[in-house]
């Protein structure tokens, strides 16, 4: 009984691979952030556990292996850089993105090429470029650790003859070294190719990338406990992200009543909130002014200047501003878009198992009426037809 309810309690547990070196500290930075704090030990272990929500196990692995974990399913959830998950998604894995931008570990996948080329700036210079070595016997080589995005990028330009070499080394060095024309490498801030003496080309930006969350759906289908957890996770990162767009705002604003202070807030657009202000009477002090109410709005972060000023046109003193750590809304988007992926996951599932089955069923079928047929035949005096017993599959 014991050892049951321990291997039932180790199926039920959450797994969640988090990339070890790279992007680590900004990952560990970020769930923190939003409320998913990671304890472990000893920051050289590679198996740890989160805070809130219970249950849940992490496991620090290479960035470049998370993807594979998740599809083969010894992980549930895993974030890694989208890139990965990009050049590596098929139609028929087990992957699914619960949350495809994260906010950190930006980059792009961009196209570069020798700035000794001075006639190539765009990605139609490129393509006169790859036919020109087409016409002499050649081909563009292209040195890349991401062949399937590069080769579905090129063929989207136009390009299509190039050879892709693959390199787990500095990509940045196989023009110099000349096992490669031009590479398709990851770029941050551009320093690395421009040391290198290579440049970006208009319009060769193949992917803009940055961490993501990704789940296995037949993992997070089986198991309700598994998924429940992962809500909880969701709507953590959900909330964060959304309440880094807010600030909210408190000001002292002086006025007959609160539906009076109400009526020349709410003229202002910009300060009006998300619903609406929320304004309470200021209590006074001993020997001092009454009449005061404090309003209280959130809005977006890009309009505080002006939420600010508007404040002052309407009377506010004292203002304050505060960040907002989390937006809910009523519902969590994120899951309810999980939900859907397994639920049309399942559909098919079941689509196949019963297509399966069919045929099976039919392959027994076949089978009984083969042998039943010359019973038949022996009876009737009539020759069996081997072909009238066999199923029309379409």
Known sequence: MVRRAAERSSTDELRLALPSKGMEDDTLAFLAACGLQVERSNPRQYRAALRNPAGVTVLFQRAGDIFDKVDEGSVDLGITGYDIVAEHQREDDAVAVLYRELGYGRCSLVLAVPDGWLDVATIADLAEVAT????????LRVATKYPNLARQ??????INHFGVVGSQGALEAAPTLGYGDIVADLMTSGVTLRENRLKTIAGGTILRSEACLIGNRRQLAASESKLQRTRAILELIEAYLR??????????????????????????????????????????????????YAVTVVVHRDLLLNAIEHLRKAGAADITVADVHYVFEHRSWSFEALQRQLGARLQGDTRARDGATTREAAGLSLADSADAAPERAAEDDEPADPLAARPILT
């Open 132 to 139: 020109a070595l087409r016409g002499r016997g050649g081909e």
């Open 243 to 292: 309440g880094r767009g807010y600030a909210s705002l408190t000001g002292n604003v002086r006025g007959e009543s609160e539906e009076a202070v109400a009526r020349r807030i709410t003229a202002h657009e910009d300060i009006a909130g998300l619903r609406g202000p929320t304004i309470a009477r200021v209590y006074a002090k001993a020997g001092g002014e009454r009449d005061w």
């Open 153 to 158: 990028f090129l063929y989207q330009h136009g």
